[in-house]
């Protein structure tokens, strides 16, 4: 007890940083970490009439497409709002194949409206459709509804399956292969479940490519500590935009069959392709084309999302997973854990839908929504080389070609005293060089140091999604910021 300044008696707080759940505050996000919070204080201080060097924040710290100024498709709103309010049915402002979209949904859902619960794995015609899809994406490789679970975005079904995979304890302890640099849901997600994160380099000399020897060499490390059971790969990357080939797909099959180790394929990014020579190849489809030998023993989840690709639709939170070879007695658990939270958004789940069954040739919208679809991945394109082009002409700073997703990872050379600068006030250096870029220039970015990367190596993630000119500004900024700071920490 505790006596207040009134005089007060006052009881000590059941929860306090001491009696928390300790796994929790070893959870660190990146992409909203200090940063982002700083950049958002900045934003109020301008409303306050506080004078900047500038005007503006622009962020470039997260892949939220229509915050940037992506304009959604179509099709999609339209049949959203149908959705949302039946009585537009009614009229003759929407093409038919909009509203017989919209019908079929309602339809699927309890009492016609997409404000019921739905049933825990999804509604089923929509697992339906995403079957079909998956299976014209892979040439026919077959697709079980059964196998396929709609998600709140694709980080709900991560989170998941790594709860189903995480068990053990001290040196049995289960142990999950990550890539570094990664996107941080990884490791804040095996750290509030108290996993062992298993680190493993992407080549960036190589256009971050995955290496089959850094596989095995972090593999055989970690089993001396802990239980490695599985394997995760994001393709095409985040963050750092490469596109993995078929080949390298192949290898990593094989490694996780002789291995014995479950993988889990994030592919949120499968439309963002934009090199040439490079194309997406679904884990799923290259493991059925390797055969029996793989195909009925290698276990798998896949990932995808509304939230990328041209859709961009972050806010409604739709995803799906699908699962490969899982053992019944599991899968059974795993539909009994996705009961716990009821269901994912259903105006997230109708719209998965319309991304997997899309305007189809010689509807009413279908000329329509394969321009908007098109401009959008053609001018993500043009952003992704706009950006490697520019950043490559700094000094100091080397950008590998961004061949999908929406990001480019550049590595930047820092002056040694800035390093030593920067830890001297406890900070990562390239956090440092990203607060310094934020203070002068407006500019939000996330330090490397957010995702992993190589001891003595620094870099940023940038998303290629403001707008053209906006984007032209940003680049010009960093490079005058990086001459500038590199004169300044000479």
């Known amino acids: 007890m505790k006596m207040t300044e009134n ?9 306090t940083i001491d009696t928390m759940n300790p796994t929790v505050k070893n959870v660190e996000y990146a992409v909203r970490g200090p940063i982002v919070q700083r950049a958002m204080q900045i934003e109020k201080e301008l409303r306050e009439g506080v004078k900047k060097p500038f005007t503006e924040v622009i962020k470039a710290n997260i892949g939220d497409a229509h915050a940037m100024g992506q304009q959604p498709i179509t099709f999609f709103r339209q049949v959203l709002a149908l959705c949302s309010y039946p009585e537009l049915l009614n009229e003759n402002m929407f093409p038919e194949d909009a509203k017989n979209r919209a019908r079929r949904i309602l339809q699927a859902c309890g009492g016609g409206s997409v ?16 079957a079909r899809y998956i299976e014209r994406r892979d040439g026919g490789v ?8 709609l998600t709140t975005g694709a980080s709900d079904g991560i989170v998941t399956m790594l709860k189903l995979l995480v068990c053990g304890e001290g040196a049995s302890r289960t142990g999950v292969m990550i890539s570094i640099p990664q996107y941080p849901l990884y490791s804040a997600a095996l750290a509030e479940l108290g996993a062992v994160q298993i680190n493993y380099y992407l080549n960036e000399e190589k256009c971050w490519s995955m290496d089959l020897s850094e596989l095995e060499s972090s593999l055989a490390e970690a089993r001396k500590h802990c239980n490695p059971k599985a394997l995760c790969i994001i393709n095409p990357g985040n963050p750092t935009g490469q596109v993995q080939s078929r080949q390298c797909i192949e290898d990593v099959i094989r490694f996780a069959a002789k291995e014995r180790l479950f993988l889990m394929a994030d592919e949120v990014y499968q439309d ?44 409604f939170r739709g995803g799906y997973m699908e699962v490969i070879n899982m053992d019944a007695e599991v899968q059974a658990q795993l539909s009994k ?3 716990v939270r009821l269901c994912p958004p259903v105006p997230g789940q109708a719209l998965m839908d319309l991304v997997v069954n899309s305007p189809q040739p010689g509807e009413p919208s279908h000329i329509t929504f394969m321009k908007e679809r098109t401009a959008t991945l053609s001018l993500l394109a ?5 950006t490697e082009q520019i950043l490559n002409t700094v000094p100091g700073i080397t950008c590998n070609p961004v061949q999908g997703a929406m990001y480019s990872f550049p590595n ?10 920067a830890k001297a006030l406890g900070q990562a250096p390239d956090m440092f060089y990203c607060m310094k870029l934020l203070e002068e220039t407006g500019i939000c970015l996330v330090p490397g140091s957010g995702f992993g ?37 000479s």
């Open 7 to 15: 005089g007060v008696f006052s009881r000590d707080k059941v929860l």
């Open 272 to 315: 963002n392709v934009y090199a040439e020579g490079c194309q997406f190849h679904s884990f799923k489809k290259v493991l059925f084309e390797l055969g029996p030998e793989y195909s009925d023993n290698v276990e798998l989840a896949s990932f995808h999302s509304t939230s990328k690709c041209y859709m961009g639709e972050c806010g």
């Open 337 to 339: 854990l996705v009961s």
């Open 412 to 421: 930047i050379s820092l002056p040694e005293k800035s390093i030593k600068e």
């Open 382 to 386: 043009e952003k992704a080389k706009l």
């Open 115 to 130: 404000g019921a619960y739905s049933a825990s794995q999804g509604i089923d015609c929509v697992r339906q459709d995403v």
């Open 142 to 149: 077959p697709c079980d509804p059964d196998n396929v679970y």
């Open 453 to 489: 990367q190589k001891d003595g190596t620094y870099h940023f993630r940038m998303t290629i999604l403001p707008p053209t000119d906006k984007l032209k500004i940003l680049l010009a900024k960093v490079k005058e910021f990086h001459q500038k700071f590199t004169q300044q920490y």
